[in-house]
């Protein structure tokens, strides 16, 4: 129950963090919007429906009119629709130019960081006192300056203004107008329109939290139940992982078809509306993705403190480097993670906090397998795999043995049983328990 609750749960999660990590963070909000004016099918969509509008409005037609000789006007519409076409082909290439590239990121993060001022009452420009959002023209005015470079031109006119206070009032006084102390405070926004964007980004915010602490607190509970099975339990959380990443990216994908046959009514620009979604969505593919390859990590831990036969002869070959070298084996497990870590599949391992929890999770597991390897083969030496290896080719390359002579009696065949017995041991083939087992078996009939 705990299992099927935290992945249900865990695939709202997942939901909520893209939400909140694509709303509500500037690098990636921007570089989304970077993302969709930078794909050709978007361009051609956008630059087609502006050149559409821009021609349909008359003004075109009527300027290139208005510039022809009066016995060339009736050729206005020719002229028009050839500046259209010409218009259609060269406006793909100016959405695609760095300098519009460069402008559109920079007023998608100015917005968007404009968006987060407002709903959380922050920075200077803008404020929410008293369920109002009012901005500030005093401050826009001042950076608009900094930008331009003559903020101090715009001191001194300010100075001026405020030295000549009484006179600039007395004037309007005398002209029946009251300038209020709030004079260059624009409201844009009331009570009802605030708290509505404000409760979502609320909402959102929380989810993003608590929805995730919930879920691991939900496995971590499951686990922790299941005593004398907890290693299996740790493998059904990496299973659990894997199908919360599967069903995300299935929604992605078939959620996508949903949504643009719902928005979009013309075929033509459904092509465009699938690129729209695929590259909005790119975060949510990250996260499916990631939570895929962390599920199938914990299974193969899981698998390799295991009981078969290929993990304990796994172990059994990795004992002496653990026991006997233990720096070279934390030496060689950091530095895979540090590979990982420049390759940077998935956003987790390009984020700091991430990668420390990695590297403590990845020390801790590896001492826990230290310590197993140490229990379970305390004698075992460097090379007895590869000697086992040579000893199993070896047998497999001799030639079959008569029926009659199978089985072998006498103290001759008692020590040949025994040296297949440890042979088959020390390859993993057979476990501790069946070894002896088998052992004691064959003392017995003897």
């Avoid at 009066?70 to 060269?90: D, N, Y």
Wanted: glycine content about 8%; overall charge positive; proline content about 4%.
């Amino acid at each position: 129950t705990l299992f099927t609750l935290a992945t249900v749960i865990g695939v709202f999660a997942v939901l909520a963090v893209w939400a909140n990590r694509q709303v509500l963070n500037t690098d990636n909000w921007t570089t989304t919007s970077s993302n969709l004016l930078a794909d050709k099918a978007i361009q051609n969509a956008i630059a087609g429906y502006a050149v559409t509008q821009l021609f349909n409005t008359g003004a075109v037609q009527s300027e290139v009119r208005s510039v022809l000789p009066p016995r060339l006007e009736p050729a206005a519409g020719t002229v028009t629709a050839g500046l259209q076409q010409l218009a259609g082909q060269i406006a793909p290439r100016v959405l695609a130019s760095p300098q519009v590239q460069a402008a559109w990121v920079q007023a998608n993060r100015a917005a968007q960081k404009t968006f987060l001022k407002i709903v959380e009452g922050g920075g200077s420009a803008v404020s929410t006192n008293g369920g109002v959002v009012t901005l500030n023209l005093h401050t826009v005015v001042d950076q608009v300056a900094n930008s331009l470079g003559v903020q101090s031109q715009v001191a001194a006119a300010r100075s001026a203004l405020q030295s000549n206070a009484g006179t600039v009032q007395g004037a309007a006084n005398k002209a029946g107008i009251t300038l209020p102390p709030s004079t260059g405070q624009l409201v844009i926004l009331r009570s009802s329109q605030l708290k509505t964007a404000q409760d979502f980004v609320n909402v959102l915010r929380s989810l993003a939290l608590v929805l995730p602490l919930v879920t691991f607190a939900l496995y971590i509970l499951a686990v922790w139940l299941s005593r004398g099975r907890r290693r299996p339990a740790m493998r059904l959380v990496g299973w659990c992982f894997v199908g919360i990443g599967l069903l995300v990216l299935i929604v992605r994908r078939f959620g996508g078809n949903y949504v643009v046959d719902a928005l979009v009514k013309h075929s033509a620009n459904r092509v465009p509306a699938h690129h729209a979604w695929t590259i909005a969505t790119t975060l949510l593919y990250d996260i499916g993705a990631a939570l895929i390859v962390f599920g199938l990590i914990l299974v193969v831990a899981a698998w390799l403190a295991g009981h078969t036969r290929p993990a304990t002869a796994l172990r059994r070959a990795l004992a002496p480097t653990l026991r006997n070298r233990p720096i070279v084996s934390y030496v060689t497990v950091y530095i895979v993670l540090l590979l990982v870590i420049l390759w940077g599949p998935t956003p987790a391992t390009r984020q700091l906090p991430y990668i420390i929890a990695f590297i403590v999770l990845l020390g801790l597991g590896l001492e826990a397998l230290r310590r197993q390897t140490a229990r379970e083969f305390p004698d075992a030496q460097a090379g007895d795999t590869m000697r086992a290896i040579r000893s199993w080719n070896a047998r497999r390359r001799q030639p079959a043995v008569p029926a009659a002579a199978a089985v072998p009696t006498g103290s001759n065949g008692h020590l040949t049983q025994l040296e297949r017995l440890a042979s088959l041991h020390d390859s993993g083939s057979l476990t501790d328990a069946e070894f002896a087992a088998e052992k004691a078996a064959l003392a017995n009939g003897s």
